[in-house]
């Protein structure tokens, strides 16, 4: 066995979007919503669990390693709850097709940079 070459066509690269912590629970709220209602394709479910486990590896990558992010805080001058929530195409694409997801959150996320 031997490990694929970066940049193949099977790796995806994560994007960090910068939610506060209102648009996290706005996020998890409403794929938990989504997951409960069971309706979606299996693919897709599978992508918007990922998303909630995302959110929680964020919220520990804070704790483990809060520099880094500090630092972009900093530079910014963004709030202290603002963190890299870092989702791959295809769980964005499932969060982004959910109709539920309110505006204000899909604009953050539709965003090429996906900052608050």
Not at 33 to 59: K, R, S
Not at 98 to 106: A, G, I, Q, T, W
């Amino acid at each position: 066995m031997s490990a694929l070459p970066a940049g193949d066509a099977g790796s995806q690269t994560l994007v960090p979007y910068w939610l506060d912590s209102a648009a996290r629970r706005l996020l998890a709220t409403t794929v938990e919503a989504a997951l409960a209602d069971g309706d979606g394709h299996p693919v897709t479910t599978i992508h918007l669990q990922d998303v909630l486990t995302e959110l929680h590896v964020a919220a520990a990558r804070e704790a483990v390693w809060p520099t880094s992010t500090a630092r972009v805080r900093l530079a910014t001058g963004w709030d202290d709850d603002v963190l890299p929530v870092r989702l791959s195409p295809a769980e964005l694409a499932g969060v982004l097709e959910l109709p539920e997801l309110p505006e204000n959150l899909r604009a953050t996320l539709g965003s090429r940079r996906g900052r608050p």
